[in-house]
């Protein structure tokens, strides 16, 4: 009898381990869960140009961009170029994980925007490449017009920019933007120049340490060196942009030099009348501060 019971916990025994063998052998494999790249860059802009990225769900930022006089006017005369600098506030926020809106006023011009931004496709680590993120701005010149006795309408103010950000992380150290650009003019300037100028806005970003990066951006306009018909320059150039990045807790502060005095989206994209060549650069900074409106659901 003892016999018959060894022999049987043996069977049970092996049938157990078979059973476990079967079963992990039709065991569903584990879902892949596709995790996005964060940090792209460190700022909503890289420094003139918007970045991919936009504060978290529920948070409102405040934006200072400050941009002082030019190094070749008499820079120690106007105080460092303090006394003709140019200044925009922004407020932004962020109703949606997708979407930011915000309002900005800037002094050159005078010029009042509001703006969109939306990360519709996000870089995928170890998958899709590429972040793709909608931008678009709505810019009102607010100058005085002329008394030239020419009627002119509200809607000869209003200026729009698109763009499609095209971002790329390529390790931690390393991100880089491509953003072709449309800028459209309800009143054009000169009579030879077309109401829609291209642009393509090129960005990239290298970290240097925890807490700074190197940020540089270059801004080729298609059609605006020249008029529609080629036959009229203009004193306008491309915009070319290189700073640093600091993070120090609730905000980003970026230092830079740039060739553009414009701080609102058209200005800077088309309007940029500086020349490296000859000096004419402005050292400005920009500021951020973030405020926890809609603190996330636990």
């Given amino acids: 009898m003892r016999k018959y019971l060894v022999l049987f916990l043996l069977i049970c025994t092996q049938w157990g381990y078979c059973q476990e063998d ?11 869960v596709e995790e996005p790249v964060s ?5 909503t802009k890289i420094i003139n140009n918007q970045s991919n990225e936009i504060p978290a769900k529920g ?4 934006v200072i961009l400050h941009r002082f006089g030019s190094l070749k006017n008499d820079f120690l005369y106007n105080f460092f170029g303090l006394d003709n600098a140019q200044v925009r506030f922004s ?8 979407l930011n809106i915000g309002v900005g006023r800037a002094s050159l011009f005078k010029m009042t925007d509001i703006w969109y ?13 590429v972040g793709i993120t909608l931008y678009g701005s709505a810019n009102i010149n607010g100058l005085r017009w002329p008394t030239d006795g020419l009627e002119r309408l509200f809607t000869d103010r209003l200026i729009y920019v698109h763009q499609i950000l095209l971002s790329h992380k390529a390790n931690e150290n390393f991100s880089i933007l491509v953003a072709p650009t ?3 003019y309800n009143l054009r300037q000169t009579a ?17 340490s925890k807490r700074v990066s190197l940020n540089a951006e270059y801004s080729p306009m298609i059609n605006r060196n020249t008029g529609w018909d080629g036959s009229q320059s203009t004193p306008f150039t491309n915009a070319l942009s290189i700073g640093f990045d600091i993070e120090t807790g609730g905000h980003v502060f970026q230092l830079h030099i740039t060739n553009s005095r ?21 050292f400005g900074f920009n500021i951020s501060r973030v405020f926890t409106v809609k603190p996330p659901k636990i």
């Fill in 182 to 184: 449309l800028v459209h």
């Fill in 262 to 282: 414009g701080l609102s989206d058209p200005v800077f994209l088309t309007q940029t009348s500086g020349s490296w060549m000859d000096g004419e650069i402005y």
């Fill in 39 to 43: 940090a792209t860059f460190k700022g």
């Fill in 117 to 129: 931004k939306a990360p519709v496709i996000k870089q995928i680590k170890n998958g899709w490449p």
């Fill in 59 to 62: 948070v409102l930022q405040f």
């Fill in 192 to 208: 030879s120049q077309p109401n829609s100028l291209a642009v393509l806005t090129l960005g990239g970003r290298y970290k240097l």
């Fill in 22 to 32: 079967l079963f992990s052998l039709i065991e569903e494999p584990e879902m892949k």
């Fill in 91 to 98: 407020l932004d926020y962020s109703p949606l994980s997708w």
